[in-house]
């Protein structure tokens, strides 16, 4: 089992970029897939990225999505933010050795 | 459009059971895992468990193994949970999801959830 670890919040201006972060605790951040899920009060979340870097269709081309090695961690940028980008972004991989789905924390994002 | 309506959610006290049902609808239910998330209001979510296409693989997380039972109807496009010896720490809102593959996947389509509340 792992853990993917996310900073609680984040906020930035409008027009602005901001990156989220999403980092496993063993395991390599490579070896499954990530996605992240945006969520607006109120609202039952909806899927912005998957597999690690595709973008659903519909979704903005504002959203992309990474992995690094290095770190070990995912990553969900943003670019040239609107106030309804305002949600909560929530990271999500597999541990397929046991048909098992994990989550982040979650990170509320504020754009102000 | 694809449709997952979740029921069965309210108030049950502790060490009691509950069974959540997930009406499916507007694609075809057979060829898709499900799955089960849950959201203590303010919180994170929490993946509960899943099932594959044709029910050969099936998953829980540890907070609910032993206790909790996912099943599948595929002749009737339903999804069910079965909640045993529930505890206060299950109170949440529960989204049935619909996976995007038939083992696999992300999660692509989520219903509006259904409450639960464990008390006493």
């Known amino acids: 089992n792992f853990l993917l670890t996310q900073p609680h919040s984040v906020s930035e201006s409008p027009g602005k970029t901001v990156t989220i972060s999403c980092t496993r605790s063993?395991?390599?951040?490579?070896?499954?897939?990530v996605q992240w899920y945006q969520q607006r009060p109120g609202s039952s979340p909806t899927i912005v990225i998957y597999e690690d870097n595709q973008r659903p269709s519909g979704v903005p081309d504002r959203f992309s999505g990474s992995i690094d090695s290095s770190s070990n961690s995912a990553s969900l940028t943003i670019s040239g933010l609107r106030t309804e980008d305002e949600a909560d972004y929530h990271c999500?991989?597999?541990?397929?050795?046991?048909?098992?789905?994990?989550f982040g924390g979650g990170t509320k994002l504020t754009v102000l | 459009d694809v449709q997952l309506v979740e029921s069965g959610g309210g108030l049950v006290q502790p060490g009691r059971s509950l069974r959540l049902s997930c009406a499916a609808s507007g694609f075809t239910f057979d060829n898709y895992a499900m799955h089960w998330v849950r959201q203590v209001p303010g919180k994170g979510l929490e993946w509960v468990s899943g099932?594959?296409?044709?029910?050969?693989?099936?998953g829980y997380a540890d907070s609910v193994q032993g206790r909790f039972s996912i099943s599948r109807d595929n002749a009737k496009n339903f999804l069910y949970l079965q909640l045993n010896n529930l505890r206060v720490e299950d109170m949440a809102l529960y989204y049935c999801?619909?996976?995007?593959?038939?083992?696999?996947?992300?999660?692509?389509?989520w219903g509006q959830g259904t409450p639960v509340t464990v008390s006493s």
């Open positions: 099932i594959s296409w044709n029910s050969g693989s099936i």
């Open positions: 999500q991989s597999f541990d397929t050795s046991n048909y098992r789905r994990v």
């Open positions: 063993s395991g390599s951040i490579a070896s499954n897939y």
């Open positions: 999801a619909k996976g995007s593959h038939d083992y696999g996947g992300h999660f692509d389509y």
